[in-house]
C-alpha cells in the first residue's frame, strides 16, 4: 500500500504545480512585457523543471511498483501509465520550443516570443490534464473501486 500512497502523493503534487503554472502563473507571464515575460519564464522553468520531472518519473515508478509487490491488479498501471507519459510528451512535444525559448535573449524578446509562450502555455496544458487524470486514477485505485 506504502507504493500506493506514494503514487497519489507525487501525482497529486504534481498535478497541483502544473495546474497552477497553467491556471495562474502562464496567464500572469503574458500580460508581462516581451523582455519580462521570457524572463520570469526562464526563472520559473529552471527551478519548476527538475521538481515536476521528478515527480512525474517518481510517481510512475510507484504505480509500477504498486502493481509488481503489493497487488498483481491491472488497473494499477494506468495511473502510470499516464503520468508516465508526461515524461515522453515533453521530450517530444515542449521540449524543442523550451530549448528555443532557452536559447533567446531577454533582449532580443518580441512579439514572436509572446507567441512561442502562449504555445508553450497550451502544451502544457497537456502536461497538467494528464496530471490531474493520474492524480485522479491513483486516488480512485486508493479507494479500492
Not at 532557452?102 to 502536461?127: F, G, I, P, Y
Request: aromatic share 10%.
Amino acid at each position: 500500500m506504502s507504493f500506493l500512497i506514494s503514487g497519489v502523493v507525487g501525482s497529486s503534487m504534481f498535478a497541483g504545480i502544473a495546474l497552477y503554472i497553467s491556471v495562474v502563473e502562464s496567464p500572469a507571464r503574458l500580460r508581462l512585457s516581451p523582455p519580462q515575460a521570457l524572463a520570469q519564464w526562464k526563472t520559473s522553468y529552471t527551478r519548476a523543471a527538475p521538481l515536476q520531472a521528478a515527480l512525474a518519473a517518481a510517481s510512475a515508478a510507484s504505480g509500477v511498483a504498486h502493481f509488481f509487490y503489493e497487488s498483481a491488479d491491472q488497473r494499477a498501471l494506468l495511473p502510470a501509465l499516464l503520468i508516465g507519459s508526461v515524461i515522453p510528451v515533453t521530450f517530444a512535444f515542449i521540449m524543442p520550443l523550451n530549448r528555443r525559448l532557452l536559447a533567446t535573449k531577454h533582449e532580443d524578446a518580441n512579439d514572436r516570443t509572446v507567441q512561442q509562450l502562449e504555445s508553450w502555455a497550451h502544451l502544457h496544458h497537456t502536461r497538467t490534464g494528464l496530471g490531474l487524470l493520474a492524480a485522479a486514477a491513483f486516488v480512485w485505485l486508493a479507494l479500492g473501486y
